[in-house]
């Protein structure tokens, strides 16, 4: 009876302890690969997390494309991009994520060396040939992103603004325009772009309170082809530029697919001239926006708990949420699954968007190592998603402009951040009557909930039909 207990315990013995040898191993490389991990972390530049693709912050949004168990996605945008995230692999490549951020160069190398390890180039290439033209030529450029500075405001001030700013400025506009769109720069100077001290009263128990901050303005312009235009209108430029102090133009030809180089160069340009300001606008020069209403709310932003660190990552306008790219060819948003592949990450689109200039850094440093997108609010959302943060949605921030009722009151504008596609004729006969209905509004409220016309779904179907027209 012992001799056989004993002849168990042997057999036992002899099986178990591989086993638990096993496990304590497997223990010990999981606790070492945290301890890396997380060291990793804290010494990379910003406190900008590495973000493994395909991660999630919250189950609430997808962040980004899951590719990380599928390496080889036959698109080109996530080969390129895979490569360059298994450059910065605080794992694979710890030295990578401790280069100093500020050698461009190193950059600027790894973004092209992953051009080189696209897997079957060749017919990847064939696959691009078959791109609508202006497609295959952002593929062809999207190598380059230094392209150097033709106009900007003297002194390297940060753009047009009050000579006499008695307190830093608090926010800074920052509105993508082209060459030829004269009369909307001077509509949006005259009416929401107005530079100085903008200021609104505001409720305060039972009196009235002014609330206000500087605001800076300046254009964001690539340019235009002269043969295309048949004239040269670049001295013309030059005099607008030293009349109002508030042009930057890059040497870029300036078409759709080439906008998201307006935010890149952008964002190098004011951490230059503007760092001390503390909140961006950027938006297009066909909306209208509330500024004094924007003054405020940004005001309530900073009087909030926590303001301090939230600002580390603050972004806010009309939050799309995992929004897949359009596959039809003629639409102007036409992403081939050549190119890309997985839904879009969550980002703020459709018009303008508001986020801290501290943001604006840590986007800066991350977006080295993002691939150029041909479509910029996605591509800003990549960026986001990389650095961990979510764009907050804000309801008075209308892409598809106000519902019939809404229309009818006639204190709507007041109610609102920011609403897309005004002519330059309808923004001077709007703030025309927003100064008339001022002491009739001056008490209402932001618009705080999307109807039943902004929920997702229809939201896609209307930007479907958008992009067809
Ligand atoms: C720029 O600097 C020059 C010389 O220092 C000065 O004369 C000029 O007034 C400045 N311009 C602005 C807009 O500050
Ligand atoms: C972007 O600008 C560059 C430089 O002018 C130009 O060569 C390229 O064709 C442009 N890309 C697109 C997609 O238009």
Not at 128 to 139: A, C, E, H, M, T
Request: glycine fraction near 4%; include cysteine; hydrophobic fraction near 40%.
């Amino acid at each position: 009876m012992a001799r056989c207990y004993c002849r168990w315990c042997r057999v036992l013995f002899c099986v178990c302890s591989p086993c638990i040898c096993l496990i304590l191993l497997f223990l010990y490389a999981s606790i070492m690969v945290c301890i890396d991990m997380k060291k990793m972390t804290l010494h990379s530049i910003q406190s900008d997390h590495y973000v493994t693709s395909g991660s999630f912050k919250n189950k609430n949004y997808i962040s980004l494309p899951k590719t990380f168990w599928k390496l080889h996605e036959d698109a080109f945008w996530n080969q390129l991009q895979v490569a360059i995230d298994r450059h910065f692999n605080p794992i694979l490549n710890p030295q990578n994520t401790k280069t100093r951020l500020e050698n461009t160069d190193f950059y600027d190398y790894l973004l092209r060396l992953s051009f080189s390890e696209v897997t079957d180039l060749e017919s990847m290439r064939k696959k691009l040939d078959q791109l609508p033209r202006q497609l295959q030529d952002f593929v062809s450029n999207m190598k380059r992103r230094n392209y150097p500075l033709i106009i900007q405001p003297a002194n390297s001030t940060c753009g047009a603004g009050a000579a006499d700013e008695q307190e830093p400025p608090l926010l800074l506009l920052a509105i993508k325009t082209t060459e030829l769109n004269f009369k909307k720069r001077h509509a949006i100077r005259q009416t929401w772009g107005q530079a100085g001290w903008v200021s609104k009263k505001k409720k305060n128990g039972n009196v009235r309170q002014e609330v206000g901050g500087y605001v800076r303005r300046v254009f964001l312009m690539g340019k235009e082809n002269p043969e295309d235009l048949g004239v040269d209108v670049s001295k013309l430029l030059e005099i607008e530029g030293q009349h109002y102090g508030d042009i930057v133009q890059w040497d870029f030809s300036d078409t759709f697919f080439n906008l998201t180089l307006k935010d890149v160069l952008f964002w190098s340009w004011y951490l230059r001239s503007c760092s001390q300001i503390r909140f961006v606008f950027k938006g297009d020069d066909d909306v209208f926006v509330n500024t004094p209403n924007l003054i405020t709310y940004l005001h309530e932003q900073l009087g909030m708990p926590h303001a301090e660190q939230t600002m580390n990552e603050f972004m806010v306008g009309n939050v799309i949420g995992a929004a897949s790219p359009i596959r039809l060819y003629h639409s102007k948003y036409f992403v081939p699954d050549s190119l890309f592949k997985g839904l879009y990450p969550m980002y703020a689109g459709g018009g303008g968007v508001v986020y801290s200039g501290r943001l604006v850094k840590r986007l800066h440093d991350i977006s080295r190592r993002v691939h150029l997108f041909p479509i910029d609010d996605v591509f800003v959302g990549m960026c986001m998603s990389r650095l961990n943060a979510a764009p907050i949605h804000h309801p008075a921030f209308l892409t598809f402009d106000f519902t019939q009722k809404e229309a009818m009151d006639p204190c709507a504008y007041h109610k609102i951040l920011l609403v897309h596609k005004r002519s330059p004729t309808q923004l001077i006969a709007l703030w025309d009557n927003m100064s008339k209905t001022k002491n009739q509004c001056w008490n209402v409220s932001l618009r705080v909930s999307d109807n039943e016309t902004t929920t997702a779904k229809t939201t896609k179907m209307k930007l479907n039909e958008y992009n067809r027209k």
